[in-house]
């Protein structure tokens, strides 16, 4: 396998990752615009309508990434790595703009996962008030958008680390966020038969008041 191989397999991998973050963010979003909507109380509800404002931005940032990650690929299918214009006598003419590079493309890359990683970090962030808030409602998506996020940080960095040996460890903070974050925001998902988890069945309550009050009707009937 030839080095163009391997790189092409990096950014294959992180394509496929973010496009799962960004698929996986869908639910995410959909259930916090839901239970801003069914909030009365105007700063959970600010809350909680920021949090979706993130999660979007998150989405967005994804998306374009993706767009870059494609970009490099076509990039150097095309044998285009930061060519000079000529000069009369065809040397390289610095004072125009050279054609992008798939290397300095990455390296805008690893920034946007870092941007990324931050939004989700604001989105999940306990407000004094509120810190019960900071959790997801979709766990399970959740989980994979921020495992996926992590895979795709690690794919880019392994193909710049052919250039950079130490771009790795210059954005473990990164990936150390996404592994908080994830132990923090979502819930253990438990598995089949066991039945749901307290903080799951907290942070339904949460979600929605009319699942407590149902909660508490069928204790009553059972007494």
Known sequence: MSKDDVTEDHVRCAAVALTTVFESLGAEHQALVSEAASTAARERRGTVTRMSEEIAQTASTVSSTIVELATVRGLRDLGIRRQFAKDGKGGDYSPLLTLADPVDTLYDIVHYLSEAADTLGRAYEPTKKNPGLAVARCPRQMTLAFSSLRAALDAVCADLSTHDAGVAKDHESTRR??????????????????????????????????????????LAGMA
């Not at 066991?194 to 929605?208: F, K, L, M, N, Y």
């Open 177 to 218: 966020l996404l592994i908080q974050l994830q132990d923090r925001v979502c819930p253990t998902v438990p598995s089949q038969g066991t039945g749901p988890s307290a903080e799951e069945v907290a942070t339904a309550i949460r979600a929605d008041p009319e699942v407590a009050r149902a909660a508490a009707a069928a």
